[in-house]
């Protein structure tokens, strides 16, 4: 990237009350890259890439209704983002337009991290949706070597489709996972907004699959409502955002993302009280913190007390040479 101070943003509608803005500031102060990054909110696809072409802009995250419209726009496309046929990454070079897509590791970082320990030598998945995030997450279990995946979606022929491009089975009928002998895994990526559950939650209970929410507005949909009350393992949206953002960070900077300095920001600016962050009314409940978010923030207090604990070592050691050449020179 140039090393000009650029402006990135969240391209979409609606991102009023996106988290993104929270994760690149810090992931470009904390890189110590001079770029900026805000909201643009819009859904005509025109006013989007006339911003990308601005010589101001340097690329930006794309979420809906873009992630499938904006391809053709592209002068490149990763092989991620050409499978999975939907762009969440542009990145502006020379003029030139790269498009990729980071969800799939947002989704499988998150799912494999959870499902470490847990036996899933034939990993079966349920998956709900089939616009650009579903065809992230069937990209993203493509590569986990899921066995068997069951894709749900409200229009039947949607979920058929994708299905068949990825080597999948549709599941038109949700009342038939009574029959699944193992669930490993559910992704939901219906927006929040539709009030989605499974229709009989005893599968959930039987299998305690690691539960994946993509929505993150609100934060506690009637799906990841159903799944903790089946006593299942809930990656949230706000986490797949941070693990794919983090993505998205290392490909604008080109060096390591700040992982636990991005989560930290994040726990302060969603669940901490007082915050004037947007989003911060949709986070309830404000006690029980996402779980990976804390975790990454820990490394953080763990880095600092390593570095204090070797500085002092070398404190100790710098004085203790000092102290023996001293009183070898006063033998001398």
């Not at 539709?194 to 993509?214: G, I, K, W």
């Not at 934060?219 to 993505?247: H, N, P, S, W």
């Amino acid at each position: 990237m140039a090393s000009e101070s650029l402006q990135f943003f969240i391209f979409g509608s609606p991102v009023t009350m996106s988290p993104s803005p929270t994760i690149h500031g810090t992931g470009f102060s904390e890189n110590l890259s001079p770029h900026v990054y805000g909201r643009f909110d819009t859904p005509d696809i025109e006013k989007v890439m006339a911003e990308l072409r601005k010589p101001s802009c340097g690329g930006g995250s794309v979420t809906i209704p873009h992630k499938e419209s904006i391809k053709e726009h592209m002068d490149e496309l990763s092989d991620a983002a050409r499978v999975i046929g939907a762009v969440n990454t542009v990145t502006k070079c020379s003029g030139r337009f790269k498009g990729d897509n980071t969800d799939w590791l947002g989704i499988k970082n998150q799912l494999e991290a959870r499902l470490r320990g847990r036996k899933t030598d034939k990993l079966t998945c349920l998956l709900c949706g089939a616009g650009g995030t579903a065809r992230a997450a069937a990209y993203a279990m493509k590569q986990m070597g899921a066995t068997r995946v069951l894709i749900f979606n409200r229009t039947a022929s949607r979920a058929q489709e994708l299905a068949q491009e990825f080597g999948f089975e549709a599941c038109p009928d949700l009342d038939s996972l009574q029959h699944v002998q193992d669930l490993h895994v559910v992704v939901n990526t219906l927006p929040g907004s539709t009030q989605f559950t499974l229709p009989d939650s005893s599968a959930l209970r039987r299998c305690r699959p690691v539960v994946l929410e993509a929505a993150y507005i609100p934060r506690r949909t009637a799906f990841v409502c159903q799944a903790l009350d089946a006593g299942c393992e809930v990656v949230e949206g706000i986490e797949m955002l941070f693990e794919q953002g983090c993505a998205q960070c290392e490909i604008w900077t080109q060096k390591p993302a700040p992982r636990s300095r991005i989560a930290q920001a994040l726990l302060e600016a969603l669940f901490k009280a007082g915050s004037t962050h947007p989003a911060f009314a949709k986070m309830e409940p404000y006690g029980e913190l996402p779980t990976s978010l804390v975790a990454e923030a820990k490394q953080s207090t763990t880095n600092v007390r390593v570095y204090l604990a070797i500085s002092a070592v070398l404190a100790l050691t710098t004085m203790a040479i000092y102290v023996c050449r001293k009183q070898a020179s006063k033998r001398s």
